[in-house]
């Protein structure tokens, strides 16, 4: 599995309940373009249409040696997943205060999958807080290091 690329601002700014690996329907200039690594998953999201799973707002760079067959690199895209696993996260997002963000984008073999979550809004106080204890975690693991070297 060699991942693409991560959804940083997700993680900071939501909790993540669950997690979801869906297909995603391209063209072959864009899978040139993950190739390469030129995506960028920062402002997107899900929605449901039509019983379709759509990710919005994925930047992936137009290839530079396409032609006819670029499209825009802001275009809706569609996800990949099973009618039963789309409608039961749908059920959650309408019934509480839960979205569907898009938090992974890798290659498993040679296809693109991308990890979506069903992500429910971090207050600011636990952003501090997260930010706080990934401190604490640094500097004990800092320590525990300091102290192994010196035996």
Known sequence: MKVIANNKKAFHNYFVV??????????????????KGEVNLADSYCRVENGNLVMLGCHIKNYDKGSYSNLDSRRDRRLLAHKREIMRMLGKVKEKGYSIVPLKMYFKDSLVKVEVGLVRGKQNYDKKDTILQRDADRAQ?????????RR
Do not use: H, M, P, W
């Open 18 to 35: 669950e997690t979801l690996e869906c297909g995603i329907n391209l063209i072959g200039c864009e899978v040139k373009s993950l190739r």
């Open 141 to 149: 693991q800092r320590a525990i290091k300091e102290y192994a070297d």
